[in-house]
């Protein structure tokens, strides 16, 4: 009875220490198995996983393969690979990790490349970050957003002085296959005045990763630079990732108060790659076969570019391919309506030796009116109306049709022309700054340097 006694306490302590390890016991994993896979999407059942969430496939190679769910019906649940599928087996275990993807992010990743997961592909070993950012952002109150009420250099003449764009733009670079889009990208990037510059190549050829970080970007340009790679031979999940990616790292410089500049080539893969994982989950086609959820995400993406609620800025220029060069495809279209701007490329004029090929008809700059000067606008409009005049009447001026004489509109854009095609061409090595060509707009017109410019 004494030694009853004299244990009892010892007991006592040793149920309260296993009451307070229970405490700090994480929750229960339930975890599935692979039942089927169609395509690229994964078919699991016994995990409870929610939308978003990250999980872990077995794989006998001892390297997981990672997913995330991104639907379900029923008992099943469907997840999107983000790796390499080759090897995998039936019945493999699904482990949810309980956690959505995040961005790490910090100054270590500038002159870096990585991939969608923010993984290195430069060789040069762990990139440091100093926090992690939600991949698909946080939302900002729009009452709270800065006005865009400054010009942005950067140092393509027809752009700055013609199209000019905000600080805090976010515009879009409309372009067949071959018109000189990403020789127009690389001169951007250069030229721009901006602190930091993060480019996402979404979707695009392997091979021009390298060029353009050796070749366009170079040694200086990356310096200040963050480029996110993810090629078309990725799986589509890792080429959303990689948008999304690029935009946190973004977010994240922009949080720190600088001026970021966000270069994304191109909007359209990244449409592509929704629309791959919604029709690989039965989500039915609408529009040209692009599912509804397509044009749900394009407004979530570009929505989280433009000025924060601080000091710092993202202006985001956005490559949309239009395919056969039809400005009317239905993710042009779409783009075209939830940008503030957007630069076409005409086919016609690259095929003439014009570049930049920019379409000065068919492109428009929707904050324009509100950065420069009254007189930088009307100089731009006289310029626009010439250059229109000119086009319109081609035709007949060049057959020898049109007498001159006959209209003096016509009259004063054929003495024009010739000075008006030179100002909108530019050499790929030539920079001009946006008080340069205010200044060589106003010589080209007669009617002097806005007040603006000759600061």
Known sequence: MLADLNRAPVWRRRVAERAEGLKNTPPLVVEGKITRLVGLTLEAIGCQAAIGDRCLVDNPSGHPLEAEVVGFAGDKTFLMPSGEIRGLVPNARVTPTGRAYEAAVG??????????????????????????????????????????????????????????????????????????????????????????????????????????????????????????????DTPPMLRLHGAMLATSIAEYFRDKGLKVLLLMDSLTRYAQAQREIALAIGEPPATRGYPPSVFAKLPQLVERAGNGDGNGSITAL????????????????????????????????????????????????????????????????????????????????????????????????????????????????????????????????????????KK
Do not use: C, W
């Not at 570049?355 to 310029?383: G, K, L, T, W």
């Not at 010739?418 to 100002?423: D, E």
């Open 107 to 232: 100054d270590g990743l500038l002159g870096r490349v990585v991939d969608g997961t923010g993984k290195p592909l430069d060789g040069r070993g762990p990139v440091r970050s100093e926090s992690t950012y939600p991949l698909m952002g946080r939302p900002i109150n729009p009452l709270q957003r800065r006005v865009i009420s400054e010009p942005l250099d950067v140092g393509v003449r027809a752009i700055n002085n013609l199209l000019t764009i905000g600080r805090g733009q976010r515009l879009g670079l409309f372009a067949g296959s071959g018109v000189g889009k990403s020789v127009l990208l690389g001169m951007m990037t250069r030229y721009t005045d901006a602190d930091v510059t993060v480019v996402g190549m979404i979707g695009e050829r392997g091979r021009e990763v390298k060029e353009f970080t050796n070749r366009i970007l170079g040694t200086q340009g990356m310096a200040r630079a963050v480029v996110v790679a993810t090629p078309a």
């Open 318 to 453: 956005y490559t949309v391919l239009a395919e056969g060069d039809d400005q009317q495809d239905p993710i042009a279209d779409a783009a075209r309506a939830i940008l503030d701007g957007h630069i076409v490329l005409n086919r016609e004029l690259a095929d003439a030796g014009h570049y930049p090929a920019i379409d000065i008809e068919a492109s428009v700059s929707r904050v324009m009116s509100e950065i420069v000067s009254p007189e930088h606008q009307r100089q731009a409009i006289r310029f626009k109306q010439l250059y229109s005049t000119y086009r319109r009447n081609r035709d007949l001026i060049s057959v020898g049709a049109y007498a001159k004489g006959s209209d003096p509109r016509v009259d004063e854009a054929v003495d024009f022309h010739p000075r008006l095609t030179q100002f909108l061409q530019q050499g790929l090595n030539e920079r001009v700054t946006f008080r340069d060509g205010l200044r060589g707009l106003g010589e080209l017109l007669g009617g002097g340097v806005p007040q603006k410019a």
